[in-house]
């Protein structure tokens, strides 16, 4: 199966820049869809950003123009590069990926806090 291992989660200050990683072993499965959720305390999980195999990428309306994401398909890792954080952005921030088109998985999630 598809392991997720994220990295790069910590406090930063409002303003500041993180970037997350996300560790993708299988590389033999069909990842078709890649991309980064978030939860935030009371909230609902909500996609942040997503990219296809083909390097199609979206944005939560939220974090548009702040966020980036993008992947080493030789490296089999995805990454979200946060700028302009702000407290809002506060949650626990989870890899996800669908191969062949069915298969899901999830990393275990990594905590990005942003406070003074």
């Known amino acids: 199966q598809v392991q997720l291992v994220e990295s790069g989660g910590g406090l930063v200050q409002p303003g500041g820049s993180l970037r997350l990683s996300c560790a993708a072993s299988?590389?033999?499965?069909?990842?078709?869809?890649m991309g980064w959720y978030r939860q935030a305390p009371g909230n609902q999980r909500e996609l942040v950003a997503g990219?296809?195999?083909?390097?199609?990428?979206n944005y939560a309306d939220s974090v548009k123009g702040r966020f980036t994401i993008s992947r080493d398909n030789v490296k089999n890792t995805l990454y979200l590069q946060m700028s302009s954080l702000k407290p809002e952005d506060t949650a626990v921030y989870y890899c996800?990926?669908?191969?062949?088109?069915?298969?899901?998985?999830w990393g275990q999630g990594t905590q990005v806090t942003v406070s003074s």
């Open positions: 996800y990926a669908r191969a062949n088109n069915t298969l899901r998985y």
């Open positions: 299988g590389s033999r499965f069909n990842i078709n869809f």
């Open positions: 990219i296809t195999s083909g390097g199609s990428s």
